[in-house]
């Protein structure tokens, strides 16, 4: 399946990849279907593309490869939304905001997203936890 999008043009994307968010992603609840892009020369960052809005596209990264020690738990409603418990199962992702020096990215811990790898589903989780916030800087 080919899909356009602004960044990176016409691509080739497999069916199997599409990750669907039941209930979106905050501020976007009506985009339900994006597709996360991995580019070796920007690794570990990666892109999660909207497939609903061409324009529609956020920086992502694992939290754990810069904040060892961020960890939550997930409710019994988003166990049950996500279809899956085990970590195998589920990966983790937060939403970067980038700027122009390196040191003042900062990445979203409040609201990480987590993926059920094998189902394809995804949700954000709101976490309501004093430690976390929206913009943690990943580099000090």
Not at 9 to 29: H, T
Not at 96 to 115: C, F, G, Q, W, Y
Request: hydrophobic share 45%; proline share 3%.
């Amino acid at each position: 399946m080919n899909i356009i999008t602004s960044r990176f043009g016409e691509i080739q994307i497999n069916e199997d990849d599409i990750i669907n968010f039941p209930q979106g992603i905050l501020g976007f609840e009506d985009i339900k279907r994006f597709i996360i892009l991995s580019f070796e020369e920007q690794a570990p960052f990666k892109w999660l593309q909207a497939l609903d809005d061409s324009d529609l596209a956020f920086v992502i990264a694992e939290p754990f490869l810069f904040f060892s020690d961020y960890e939550f738990d997930l409710s019994d409603e988003d166990q049950k939304m996500l279809e899956g418990s085990t970590i195998e199962q589920l990966g983790v992702y937060v939403i970067l905001l980038m700027r122009e020096k390196a040191t003042d990215v900062s990445a979203n811990l409040m609201a990480p997203i987590v993926v059920n790898l094998t189902k394809r589903k995804a949700k954000q989780v709101v976490l309501y936890n004093e430690k976390y916030s929206t913009k943690h800087c990943l580099f000090t």
